[in-house]
Nanobody, 125 residues
Framework: VQLQASGGGLVQAGGSLRLSCAAS????????MAWFRQAPGKERDFVAA????????VYGDSVKGRFTISRALAENTVYLQMNDLKPEDTAVYYC???????????????????WGQGTLVTVSS
């Protein structure tokens, strides 16, 4: 599975952006797709996840109520709609895919088999 993330950019605080992550290759085995982010000098943190076949979602506490993860099955694409952006949302955003059940939960980086290249989101105050 190959993942191509896009949609990052510069936005003012309070603004919105939508990230996309297009999957190609053996996508029929996708179990979960997720977004993580990594701010400069910090660890990569969980943002949101979506169970690919059933569509249920999980969010990190810092983005609940502001971000929405969704999918387009026909296009093998997962989206991250980000509203009410804050300067602390500034980071490189990575999409990830898992082809297997995640016994330790969807927020653990080690559970994911495939990663996109990252797209930079910068929120100015």
């Amino acid at each position: 599975v190959q993942l191509q993330a896009s949609g990052g950019g510069l936005v003012q605080a309070g603004g919105s952006l939508r990230l996309s992550c297009a999957a190609s290759g053996r996508t029929s085995t996708t179990y979960v797709m997720a977004w993580f982010r990594q701010a400069p000098g910090k660890e990569r943190d969980f943002v949101a996840a979506l169970y690919w076949k059933i569509g249920s979602t999980v969010y990190g506490d810092s983005v609940k109520g502001r971000f929405t993860i969704s999918r387009a099955l026909a296009e093998n694409t997962v989206y991250l709609q980000m509203n009410d952006l804050k300067p602390e949302d500034t980071a490189v955003y990575y999409c990830a895919a898992s082809t297997t059940y995640l016994p330790m939960g969807v927020a653990r980086l080690s559970g994911y088999d495939y990663w996109g290249q990252g797209t930079l989101v910068t929120v100015s105050s």
